[in-house]
C-alpha cells in the first residue's frame, strides 16, 4: 500500500529554471495539499485542491503553480525558481469527512534553487 | 488567520516524562493534532483532539486541551530515544477544506 508518494525526492535547479513536482495518492482521497518546510518556521500551505479539477490557494502561493487533472494526483510547479524557494515540499492528503484521522503525507521532495 | 505557536526546543532525559505545549488563536477550531516527524521522514499523525474533550490517553500520550486559555501540551510518559523527533502542533482550518495549521514543531532530544 503505497499511500502519498512524491517525486522526485531531490532536485537542484538553477534560478529560473522551471520544474514539476507530483504528487500521487493511492486511498481515493478528496482532498490534496502542498505544503513547503523550513526551520524554524513549520509547514506552510502553498496551494491545495478539494476534488478534481478544483485549486485553491493556501498561505504562500506566490510563484507556484498547481494542477488537479486526475483525482489521484496533484502536481506543484515552479515556472522560473528563485533561491527562496529551496526548501522541502511535502504534499498530503485526506478524506473530505475524515477530519479525525487528519493528513495522510508523503515522504517529502528537498529542492535547492543555486 | 488562525495561528499556531510552539517552543522550538526541548531536551529531557530517558525515562522522564516530556511535555510539549501547543497555542492557536481559532477558537472554532474542531480538531487539534500532534504529528511526528523523524530525519528525513514525513509527517505520521501520533494523535488528535476532539474539541468537546479536554483529555485523551493513549498508551504513553496524553493529550491536554484547555480551550478557554486555547492551549494544547502533548505529554509523553517514560521518554525513550526513539522518540527523538520534531513534533508538530496543527489545528484544523474553518471553511470545511480539510487543511490543517501548523506550528513551527518542537524538536525533542532525549538524552540516554
Known amino acids: 500500500n503505497a499511500g502519498v508518494t512524491q517525486t522526485p525526492k531531490f532536485r537542484v535547479l538553477k534560478t529560473g529554471q522551471s520544474m514539476t513536482l507530483l504528487c500521487a495518492q493511492d486511498m481515493n482521497h478528496e482532498y490534496m495539499y502542498w505544503y513547503r518546510q523550513d526551520p524554524g518556521m513549520g509547514l506552510r500551505l502553498i496551494h491545495y485542491?478539494?476534488?478534481?479539477?478544483?485549486?485553491a490557494k493556501g498561505e504562500v502561493p506566490d510563484g507556484y503553480n498547481v494542477s488537479r487533472l486526475k483525482k489521484q494526483n496533484f502536481l506543484l510547479g515552479l515556472e522560473s525558481a528563485a533561491p527562496s524557494q529551496t526548501s522541502v515540499y511535502f504534499c498530503a492528503s485526506s478524506y473530505a469527512m475524515g477530519p479525525d484521522q487528519g493528513l495522510f503525507f508523503g515522504e517529502g521532495s528537498r529542492l535547492t534553487v543555486l | 488567520g488562525e495561528d499556531v505557536e510552539q517552543s522550538l526546543f526541548l531536551s529531557v532525559r530517558e525515562g522522564d516524562s516530556s511535555v510539549i505545549n501547543c497555542t492557536y488563536t481559532d477558537s472554532s477550531s474542531t480538531y487539534l493534532y500532534w504529528y511526528k516527524q523523524e530525519p528525513g521522514a514525513g509527517l505520521q499523525l501520533l494523535t488528535y483532539i476532539f474539541s468537546n474533550m479536554d483529555m485523551k490517553q493513549d498508551q504513553r500520550l496524553t493529550v491536554l486541551l484547555n480551550k478557554k486559555d486555547k492551549h494544547l501540551s502533548l505529554r509523553i510518559a517514560d521518554t525513550q530515544t526513539g522518540d527523538s523527533a520534531i513534533y508538530f502542533c496543527?489545528?484544523?482550518?474553518?471553511?470545511?477544506?480539510?487543511?490543517?495549521?501548523f506550528g513551527q514543531g518542537t524538536t525533542l532530544q532525549v538524552k540516554p
Open positions: 485542491s478539494v476534488g478534481e479539477g478544483t485549486t
Open positions: 496543527a489545528a484544523y482550518g474553518s471553511g470545511n477544506t480539510g487543511k490543517l495549521i
